[in-house]
């Protein structure tokens, strides 16, 4: 299997990651699916935790034109929300049941399970809950000048890892109580990368009806129209993320992660190698 920068990355098209969660969903256990992009990628080379996380995925799909591009397009493209998509459509098919899992936002959790009603009309969208609120806790850098700052890295990079998480206990175990009554087969988890990959990777084993934990990131902001997609086009040739950066400025430190600091990572690994 395809590693970039110590990550497996499953090279399948969507009609064998399909042929894969059906094989998940009618089989025994439990399943994680990870879509790894360029800017998790960064972020694991600091934090050993989460890297292994991403590896014991067991369907991890190539969720950025970066991955794809140093592969030498050897690595196919699957983003997040086109499988999240088909899998709600495999679920519709197969009568399989889901429950959508973060956001932070009530109404984007409502206009998500509106827009998969109206394309799904037979889907069993068994529960959401926005979630417990995570808070990822980063170490504090001393400068010359005696002050500290928080490495977050968003802005920071390589420089920073989370060091730790805080997690509303109660309100986690009251999430897990309502996912456990309503007994879901799949779990759309959008708490936001790292966060959402170390929930399912800690909590997973208490839901013993879900066969699917997926890692969702923003797709249920695109699915419910809250966050409008790149054009067709850009996300064609892999300029998505020029899109979001004219349109979210504010992203402009997650974006240099997920080019510059990741095409740097990958020459100074293939150097070393």
């Known amino acids: 299997m395809p590693q970039i920068l110590g990550v497996k990355i499953d090279s399948v098209i969507k009609t064998e990651a399909r042929q894969q ?64 998509l ?30 998969l009603h109206a394309q799904f009309p037979q889907l069993k969208i068994v529960g959401t809950d926005v979630g417990p609120e995570i808070t990822l806790s980063f170490p504090r850098k001393r400068e010359s000048s005696g002050h500290t700052r928080t490495l977050d890295p968003r802005f920071h990079g390589d420089d920073s890892v989370a060091d730790g998480w805080v997690i509303d206990d109660t309100t986690n175990q009251t999430v897990i109580n309502i996912i456990n009554q309503t007994k879901p087969d799949i779990i759309f988890v959008a708490f936001g990368q790292v966060k959402q990959e170390k929930w399912i990777n800690e909590f997973l084993p208490k839901l013993p009806s879900v066969k699917i934990a997926m890692g969702v990131g923003g797709s249920l902001d695109y699915i419910s129209g809250h966050v409008s997609r790149a054009p067709l086009f850009f996300r064609q040739i892999g300029l998505e993320w020029v899109y979001r950066l004219a349109r979210e400025p504010k992203r402009f430190g997650r974006i240099f992660n997920a080019t510059v600091k990741f095409l740097y990572f990958y020459v100074r690994k293939s150097i070393k190698a």
């Open 21 to 84: 969660a059906e094989i998940f969903l009618l089989g025994n256990g439990q399943k994680k699916i990870f879509t790894p992009n360029p800017e998790m990628l960064v972020l694991a080379q600091k934090d050993a935790e989460f890297k292994n996380i991403l590896n014991s995925g067991d369907l991890n799909l190539c969720d950025g034109f970066g991955i794809q591009l140093v592969s030498g397009f050897k690595i196919k493209r699957l983003t997040g929300v086109d499988f999240v």
């Open 86 to 115: 088909d899998l709600c459509g495999l679920a519709e098919v197969l009568g399989k049941s889901v429950f959508l899992l973060g956001t932070g936002d009530d109404e984007v959790l409502n206009q998500a399970v509106e827009k």
